[in-house]
């Protein structure tokens, strides 16, 4: 069993090197199909499977097409975090799309249409307030 910390730096190394793969390193065209970005890396406490979240941008039809050209490009990936990263053991690799930024966005937009939806509503009652006061 390894230490939280050692966990921790191996999952920052994974997340490092498989961005780097990503960009130049996996030929398949579906990977290259929309803007992905690897968000975050969990590594069991063994080190023997890793889960990296992925964030994918574009239509719904490009982000399928890149997760498939993830999940067959898996064996490539876990070949190659064998040959830059010093394991015992390269951990089983399982892309998995993170879609936190798209759900952060859209309570972000509903905030900002609530707030939009009370500003004339505020305004009046704070005129309201003040014509009693006189």
């Known amino acids: 069993m390894a230490t939280n910390r050692r966990v921790s730096r191996v999952a920052e190394l ?5 961005s780097q793969m990503l960009l130049n390193g996996i030929k398949d065209d ?5 803007m992905v970005s690897v968000t975050d890396v969990d590594v069991s406490g063994d080190l023997q499977h890793a889960k990296i979240y992925v964030s994918i941008y574009g239509t719904e ?13 898996t064996g490539f990936v876990r070949s190659e975090l064998g040959a830059r990263v ?8 399982i892309f998995i799309e ?4 798209e759900r952060g966005n859209k309570v972000l937009s509903l905030l900002n249409k609530l707030q939009d939806a009370r500003s004339p509503e505020t305004l009046d009652s704070e005129e309201d307030i003040g014509a009693e006061e006189d």
């Open 98 to 101: 993170d879609r936190s930024i």
């Open 61 to 73: 039809d490009a982000k399928a097409e890149t997760m498939a050209g993830l999940k067959s490009a």
């Open 14 to 18: 994974i997340k490092r090197e498989v």
């Open 30 to 34: 579906r990977v290259g199909s929309g």
């Open 86 to 93: 010093r394991l015992r053991r390269t951990p089983e690799v």
